[in-house]
């Protein structure tokens, strides 16, 4: 995921073209999706400031049960 990142495959930005967005792509890496921005492109991120136990006490607190 971090080599795709460095490459630039995360897309940051719209494209109003079908099939050449990068928010989704085929097995083999290529565009397949329609506008170039996703949520999901947000996962690579949260993956590594969840490792911070910081951030992960501020998502999950609305989950905590309220003792």
Do not use: C, H
Not at 34 to 39: F, N, T
Request: aromatic letters at 12%; proline letters at 4%.
């Amino acid at each position: 995921m971090l080599e795709r990142q460095m490459r630039g495959e995360f897309q940051n930005g719209v494209r109003d073209a079908g099939g050449q967005g990068i928010d989704w792509t085929t097995r083999d890496g290529k565009p397949s999706g329609y506008e170039g921005y996703l949520a999901d492109s947000f996962r690579f991120l949260q993956a590594v400031l969840l490792r911070e136990r910081p951030f992960r006490d501020k998502l999950y607190r609305p989950l905590r049960s309220r003792e």
